[in-house]
């Protein structure tokens, strides 16, 4: 339970920070199609805090805000990187941040934590990470498919790359959005491995 | 990304053409429009479906209500951003709790919605993007560095007007025979009474133990509704183009003496605006 609150406050962060920068990035994209999509996805990461904001103290965490943080510096560093783009001519970078990196990290994570949780104990979470996940696919294709749009030109497209590749290795130095062990340890021997 | 951001470096496409407030107001070309009583948005009285100017007045007025929309999208998205969450008490970026904050992330949803929704009603009647300026006074108000004086000047103040005017526009459908625009013009006005009884909520709750502080924010208030009152555009006289929706604004959380203090302020904002007029009148004679 310990392990799943510890989680649950990660997630909470997170999502926070998500929903707060795709709320200010609206006036800063002259696309209007963008402006709409980040005002949308904005209330579903709002969603999901509160989701989040709500399961702790039913898992013995009454003050929810104890748990409210990053794992770790790592993952502040990466939001700090993410959040920095301002200028109306880098919405590019914007979107590779949230939706290239920061959404597939989170879909990792929540699915992780979907299949290796108690299906009868810590149902409630996993109802939680459905919703959430619904809303983090389509915003995943929404946000690519927006991606794709304005990416026209080589340059632009190096742009992208150059921008998800320092990002990634701001994340991977995190360990995930969860610390270390977000998505389990791929190199732990599992229970069929001794069977 | 900084916190607050100016109201000059909002971003748009080609399309939008910023006019500003003050030559809005200062035009000439209202006196004269005062005058005709036939052409022009003010003074061409209630918006009915038989006066000659009716559809130009009635997409003037659409094209006006996406750029609020837009701009009160971006409003709320900002007020997500620009503080921290805490009890109001620390030094620093100015704190706001959780829950208001999710309150203006819903709000940025509906917004974005009723994006979509006057996009299409605009095309619906018949008017592209940018066919009309666009004036930014509604982000101004949302660039308060007080979160309660933003909040009250946002969404009691800009979105009653919208109260107001989506009330005027269902009932400008209504009578015009369009159940396309009534059926739109009354999901948003569902949304904008949430929005308001946010800010009326909010105002009540942040500052119950700080009267000085919910005084300033009545007051910013008020200055905002004589802003939005445009000249007599609002009001209670029957000639005016756009209705106090008292009703509405009561389910939003107003009480009686403050829409009664509305109406006196969007009667002396006509008055002014009369007086302009006059002022003017000799140089449209010329």
């Not at chain 1, 409210?68 to 993952?75: F, S």
């Not at chain 2, 503080?83 to 509906?110: H, T, Y």
């Not at chain 2, 969404?155 to 919208?162: H, M, S």
């Not at chain 2, 000639?239 to 509305?262: H, Y």
């Amino acid at each position: 339970m310990e392990e799943s609150a510890r989680r649950v406050g990660h997630y909470k962060w997170i999502e926070m920070r998500l929903f707060e920068v795709l709320g200010g990035w609206v006036a800063t994209v002259p696309e209007l199609d963008v402006k709409l999509r980040l005002g949308t996805h904005c209330y579903h990461h709002a969603w999901h805090s509160e989701l989040w904001h709500k399961r702790l103290p039913e898992l013995r965490e009454m003050n929810p805000e104890r748990l409210t943080a990053p794992p770790n510096d790592e993952l502040v560093a990466f939001v700090d990187a993410m959040t920095e783009p301002e200028g109306p001519d880098l919405t590019i970078e914007k979107l590779v941040g949230a939706y290239r990196v920061l959404i597939p990290a989170k879909i990792a994570a929540y699915t992780y934590h979907r299949n290796n949780t108690s299906t009868i104990t810590d149902a409630p979470t996993i109802r939680s990470l459905d919703f959430a996940l619904a809303d983090e696919f389509n915003d995943w294709r929404d946000g690519e498919m927006m991606l794709q749009s304005l990416i026209q030109s080589e340059a632009e497209l190096d742009r992208a790359i150059a921008h998800q590749a320092a990002l990634q290795k701001l994340m991977l130095a995190a360990g995930g959005i969860a610390g270390p062990g977000t998505i389990g340890d791929s190199y732990e021997p599992t229970q069929e491995a001794y069977a | 990304m900084r916190k607050s951001f100016p109201v000059e470096d909002l971003a748009r496409d080609e399309r939008f053409v910023h006019v500003a407030l003050a030559d809005r107001i200062n035009d000439p070309r209202n006196a004269q429009a005062a005058d005709s009583g036939s052409s022009g948005r003010r003074g061409a009285g209630r918006l009915t479906p038989e006066r000659p100017d009716a559809p130009d007045a009635a997409r003037a007025l659409m094209h006006g209500i996406f750029v609020g929309e837009i701009q009160a999208l971006e409003g709320a998205g900002r007020t997500c951003w620009d503080f921290e969450v805490g009890s109001g008490n620390g030094e620093g970026i100015p704190e706001v709790p959780f829950e208001l904050k999710l309150d203006m992330a819903r709000q940025c949803w509906d917004e974005a919605r009723h994006c979509e929704i006057s996009i299409k009603l605009s095309g619906h009647m018949g008017t592209d993007l940018g066919e009309f300026s666009e004036n930014t006074f509604l982000y101004e108000a949302a660039c308060n560095p007080d979160p309660v004086l933003r909040l009250t000047g946002v969404n009691r103040a800009l979105e009653g007007l919208a109260i107001d005017v989506f009330n005027t526009m269902r009932e400008f459908g209504e009578i015009a025979g369009d159940p396309v625009l009534e059926f739109c013009e009354d999901w948003m006005l569902a949304d904008e009474v949430t929005h308001v009884k946010m800010g009326s909520d909010w105002l009540r709750k942040l500052t119950a133990d700080d009267k000085p502080r919910q005084e300033r924010a009545l007051e910013f208030q008020r200055v905002v509704d004589k802003l939005f009152s445009l000249g007599g555009f609002r009001g209670e006289e029957d000639d005016s183009p756009v209705r106090l929706a008292r009703r509405f604004r009561e389910l939003a959380g107003f009480k009686d003496d403050e829409m009664d203090t509305l109406a006196q302020i969007a009667k002396e904002a006509r008055e002014e605006m009369e007086a302009i007029a006059e002022a003017n009148r000799p140089a449209i004679a010329h």
